[in-house]
């Protein structure tokens, strides 16, 4: 059973870093891409980043090219979410996520599993 806890959340100013991390277990993870997500409060959830599983490609939304990378270590079934030049509008509970698919899929509806998320919380 495939579990995955994301970590590393917390309360920064704007302009300030954060690196999220996901641990996953259960699975063999280098047959899997991941993927970051976000739901700010009152909004959906929407797409961050993700990356393929081998070889990996990387794509990212608009709003967090530049700022964000996404990386993977594949020895520690673990995904990180490098934030650099955080902005208030960034606030929001950070979910990382498994897919089966092959390439790197930004819908949420491609992804198997799920985590519970961690809060961002970027001050002005």
């Known amino acids: 059973q495939v579990q995955l806890v994301e970590s590393g959340g917390g309360l920064v100013q704007a302009g300030g870093s954060l690196r999220l991390s996901c641990a996953a277990s259960?699975?063999?993870?280098?047959?899997?891409?991941m993927g970051w997500f976000r739901q700010a409060p009152g909004k959906e959830r929407e797409f961050v980043a993700t990356?393929?599983?081998?070889?990996?490609?990387?794509y990212y939304t608009d709003s967090v090219k530049g700022r964000f990378t996404i990386s993977r270590d594949n020895a520690k079934n673990t995904v990180f979410l490098q934030m650099n030049s955080l902005k208030p509008e960034d606030t929001a509970v950070y979910y990382c996520?498994?897919?089966?698919?092959?390439?790197?899929?930004?819908?949420?509806?491609?992804?198997?599993?799920w985590g519970k998320g961690t809060l961002v919380t970027v001050s002005s």
């Open positions: 996520a498994m897919s089966v698919y092959s390439g790197a899929p930004i819908l949420g509806s491609d992804y198997n599993y």
């Open positions: 259960g699975g063999i993870f280098s047959n899997y891409a």
């Open positions: 990356m393929s599983r081998s070889a990996p490609n990387t």
